[in-house]
């Protein structure tokens, strides 16, 4: 199947404003793009390309005083199937673990695995190793919090969405990868593009979407504590410890959004 993705934010800047910007389809997915997602503004202005130390795309520019436009919009092959979901996957001790695991076992800026660890082995220090350990943390994460984009904060962490029971789908990454870290699993947060394909259309606006990766039997795993249920259709855009390392926008100054769109719709092709 075919999916056309792209976004377009609007940002207002009172001077000169240095911008990273992380909107670049995973290099991981790169073969399957149709046509190369380049990143376009409107005023157009010089574009320098990166990878971060995570291995995802990143760019830099320099915004004008005004309003920009900054957007990419291209299609995407996919192979239309649900998310993998593998209920025999180990568990491995710690000290079995790749080294370029353990980055994902710490503590980060949104994941206080130090303040949620007693809680999370009085959760699931009783359920089997693996995966239904996995499973058993997005379960309860999914049940724990209500939705709602009135919820959202920038500064919000996993102990405050535990506390407070509400939040948006990275609140749910945070508080189910902080509680994969606490037991011993690691966990790496992701963003990228999910749109309501084989499932009724939400009623929101279309935004990017977050999930986590748990590293299980000798490689990653994908969990969706907000959605639950395998998925079609994931676009992975960047990974990283937390929301804070892969933000999809970055403004070194004052930089007021003014307008948002995301899109991730599949391509019909044929008649009909």
């Not at 199947?1 to 404003?17: A, H, K, N, S």
């Not at 180990?90 to 980060?108: K, M, N, R, W, Y």
């Not at 949104?110 to 058993?136: I, K, M």
């Amino acid at each position: 199947m075919q999916i056309r993705i792209g976004c377009e934010l609007v940002y207002t800047c009172p001077q000169r404003t240095p911008m990273i910007l992380t909107l670049n389809v995973h290099y991981s997915r790169a073969s399957d793009l149709l046509a190369p997602d380049h990143i376009r503004t409107q005023p157009a202005v010089p574009i320098d390309a990166y990878r971060d130390g995570f291995g995802n795309w990143c760019s830099r520019l320099v915004a004008p005083p005004g309003e920009i436009r900054i957007g990419t919009d291209t299609s995407i092959n996919d192979n239309g199937l649900p998310d993998v979901v593998d209920p025999t996957a180990i568990q491995h001790a710690v000290e079995d673990l790749p080294a370029d695991t353990l980055v994902f076992l710490q503590g980060s800026r949104y994941c206080e695995t130090d303040r949620l660890s007693e809680t999370a082995w009085s959760l699931f220090g009783q359920t089997p190793l693996g995966w239904p350990r996995v499973w058993a943390i997005g379960e309860f994460v999914h049940k724990h919090i209500a939705f709602g984009y009135q919820y959202s904060r920038a500064t919000k962490t996993a102990l405050e969405v535990f506390q407070e029971r509400a939040g948006v789908c990275r609140d749910y990454a945070h508080l189910a990868v902080t509680f994969c870290r606490c037991m011993n699993i690691p966990a790496r947060y992701c963003t990228g593009y999910l749109g309501d394909i084989g499932v009724p259309a939400a009623p929101e606006p279309m935004d990017f979407s977050a999930w986590l990766e748990v590293y299980l039997g000798g490689r990653w795993h994908t969990l969706d504590p907000r959605n639950l249920a395998p998925r079609i259709g994931r676009i992975l855009i960047a990974r990283g410890r937390d929301a804070a390392d892969v933000p999809l926008s970055n403004a070194f100054g004052a930089a007021t959004l003014t307008g948002f769109r995301v899109w991730t719709d599949e391509v019909r092709t044929g008649g009909g």
